[in-house]
């Protein structure tokens, strides 16, 4: 009688993704659209543009007074986006 390999299909995909560069692309992806559930509905429809480069979220709002707000708030947003995503993808939030 032989053994079998049981793997868990989730770790299967996720070492694949792994292997062809695709696991952090898909990471950004889920934690830029996390960006409305963990800031909020307000926040949200203030915002215009959510970007990544260089671990660092860019997040553009139309109004100066809430940037100020969100950037006193920056540590917060860090760790409770990185938390959703379930990975350290985000190191610093700009606000523009």
């Keep these: ?3 079998r390999r049981e793997q868990i299909v989730k770790e299967l995909i996720l070492r694949s993704l ?3 560069g695709l ?6 992806k889920r934690l830029i659209e996390a960006w409305p559930v963990v ?4 926040v949200a429809r203030y ?4 970007k990544i480069y260089n671990q660092t979220l860019f997040v553009k709002l139309r109004i100066p007074a809430l940037r100020a707000d969100l950037s006193m708030r920056r540590q ?3 760790q ?4 959703y995503v379930g990975d350290q993808v985000i190191a610093d939030i700009r606000f523009n």
Excluded: C, H, S, Y
Excluded at 23 to 28: I, K, M, W
Excluded at 39 to 42: D, I, K, Q, V
């Design 23 to 28: 696991e952090t692309p898909l990471l950004q």
């Design 76 to 78: 917060e947003f860090i």
């Design 47 to 50: 915002t215009t543009d959510v």
């Design 1 to 3: 009688m032989f053994k």
């Design 18 to 20: 792994r292997t062809q």
């Design 80 to 83: 409770r986006l990185n938390e």
């Design 39 to 42: 800031a909020g509905e307000a």
